[in-house]
């Protein structure tokens, strides 16, 4: 299938400038499958790189001309590669520029170049596709212009062709979820680190909302809502060991070092939004700390499973007794995790509640939405490809725009 998605790339790029492109790069598009709205807080995430791809055909050329087609939206975007300014308002050639921006900030030099693009993912449905877009296309001048970039390099730039040239408030999940592929842990802190987790059980299903969104619309909010939560604690008499723990700004507290038993006393005295989005952040934390484990094949006991997602003990071992515990255990995660997004953050939507109750219904261990919220899709774990056959016919039509069976993918590529 791979194979036959290239040469169409290859051939609709002669068909559009006459010559045969030197390199076709192409990267994954991704679940945000735990922590989500965690990243841009240094908490480490786990993301899942799939086997819908965005894919880039480029040949390089003299002078300092550029020209690029999008063939998912039908529009080509011309500029200069030394004069790549930003255009005003939400453009597609701006990743693309952006990227240019940040790979001469760090002394890459690239000649102009022509590019075509074709993409299987869905834009602005929480799947990552800006990401995909950024990380193939400077995956594919890494080849053409052979600047020696490893999948760190790459992930960093595109993030900050996203976050600093473009000032979209992202994490840096997208980007390395893109770059690397696989099932991951990325821990988002400096040095910024990536493992693989070796986890390969059940399938996911995608459920395309068909309600868009923008990371930027919703990002800053939370992020302001997190800071006034800080400065009212901060303006209270604390013990020094929670204080130095603290930040005025959402990145700065030791997020991890921090625990709800012990700012509870403090808590109760600031406003109902910055509790929530606070209470939000310490509790997806520690569900996905409790994930990461059951991953890593470790066994885990009922009371650290009631505990972290709020379950009775005797659900708890229910779900820790059975032959596929760990699927029903992160599938119970998932929704736990889904809860806290819909009732703590805000950033669900009744439509997307009801596809998470729908799939779960139909068989699903378990299910969130996947990305910044507001829109975009729901991601289900499921057993087999029959589970998840008629999860997807239980909302798409009815519930959803559309749907897909999606298998875990590698990350970046030149074809």
């Not at 625990?259 to 109902?272: G, H």
Request: charged share 25%.
């Amino acid at each position: 299938m791979e194979v036959s998605i290239v040469e169409s790339i290859v051939e609709r790029f002669r068909e559009r400038y006459g010559r045969e492109p030197s390199t076709v790069a192409s990267a994954p598009g991704r679940l945000d499958f735990l922590n989500t709205h965690q990243d841009y807080k240094g908490l480490p995430v786990v993301a899942v790189g799939i086997n819908l791809r965005t894919y880039i055909a480029i040949e390089g050329i003299e002078g300092k001309s550029c020209e690029v087609f999008s063939e998912n939206i039908g529009l080509e975007d011309k500029f200069s590669i030394v004069d790549a300014k930003l255009v005003k308002g939400k453009w597609f050639g701006n990743y693309l520029r952006a990227s240019i921006i940040a790979l001469k900030n760090h002394g890459y030099n690239v000649t102009g170049f022509r590019a075509y693009i074709h993409s299987d993912i869905p834009i602005a449905s929480g799947l990552g596709s800006s990401a995909a877009l950024t990380v193939a296309f400077i995956m594919a001048l890494n080849a053409e212009f052979d600047l020696k970039l490893s999948r760190r390099d790459i992930a960093e730039l595109a993030f900050e062709a996203e976050n600093q040239v473009m000032g979209i408030p992202c994490g840096r999940l997208d980007q390395y979820a893109s770059s690397y592929g696989g099932v991951i842990l990325i821990n988002t802190k400096p040095p910024y680190s990536v493992s693989e987790l070796d986890f390969g059980k059940g399938l996911f299903v995608v459920v395309d909302s068909g309600i868009r969104h923008s990371t930027a619309d919703i990002h800053p909010n939370r992020q302001r809502e997190i800071e006034e939560g800080l400065k009212k604690l901060l303006s209270m008499e604390l013990p020094g060991h929670i204080r130095s723990r603290l930040g005025y700004r959402f990145w700065e507290p030791r997020w991890d070092e921090l625990s709800e038993d012990e700012l509870k006393p403090y808590l109760e005295s600031i406003d109902r939004v910055s509790l929530n989005r606070i209470l939000f952040t310490l509790r997806m934390h520690r569900s996905t700390m409790l994930a990461i484990e059951i991953m890593k094949g470790v066994k885990i006991n009922v009371d650290e499973m009631s505990s972290a997602i709020e379950i009775d003990r005797e659900s708890a071992e229910m779900i820790l007794n059975v032959d596929d515990w760990d699927l029903r255990a992160i599938g119970t995660i998932m929704l736990y995790q889904h809860k806290l997004l819909s009732k703590l953050y805000d950033v669900s939507l009744p439509e997307l509640d009801k596809i998470v109750e729908r799939i779960t219904d139909a068989g699903a261990y378990g299910a969130k939405l996947s990305g910044a919220g507001l829109g975009g899709a729901v991601i289900g774990l499921v057993k087999d490809f029959e589970i998840g056959r008629k999860a997807l016919d239980r909302v798409v039509g009815s519930y959803a725009a559309n749907g897909y069976m999606v298998n875990i993918d590698r990350g970046a590529v030149v074809h």
